[in-house]
């Protein structure tokens, strides 16, 4: 069996043509407002960690509800906003870690019912 690994760059060759620090997403001051692009191509995976984002924006993932996968590890978020996930149609995956998150707002995943443990 073959396993391929890629990153962002790999799956967006151009995102060194979109300004800022978590390109393709958009973002202002480490704030996440969206992922246009993500969402224009359908992108079963939001490949947005290591991006130095600080927050999300509650409507940031908008556009994306066939996203499986939400990789939002390794930033530096210290809260999301209740509801950010509940637009998302069939997660299987969100990955949090190695951020500054010490609790989570009660009820965040309680719309989520395809996430594997």
Request: proline residues 7%; negative net charge; glycine residues 10%.
């Amino acid at each position: 069996a073959l396993a391929l690994g890629t990153q962002c760059r790999d799956r967006y060759p151009l995102v060194s043509a979109v300004p800022g620090s978590c390109a393709p997403c958009v973002c202002s001051q480490g704030v996440l407002k969206g992922c246009p692009f993500h969402a224009e191509l359908k992108d079963p995976v939001l490949w947005i960690s290591e991006r130095g984002v600080t927050a999300l924006e509650k409507g940031a993932l908008e556009g994306n509800e066939g996203a499986a996968a939400v990789f939002l590890h390794s930033n530096e978020l210290e809260a999301l906003p209740l509801g950010v996930f509940d637009g998302l149609m069939n997660p299987r995956a969100i990955r949090l870690e190695h951020n500054r998150l010490t609790t989570l707002p009660y009820g965040i995943f309680d719309e989520i019912s395809t996430l594997e443990a």
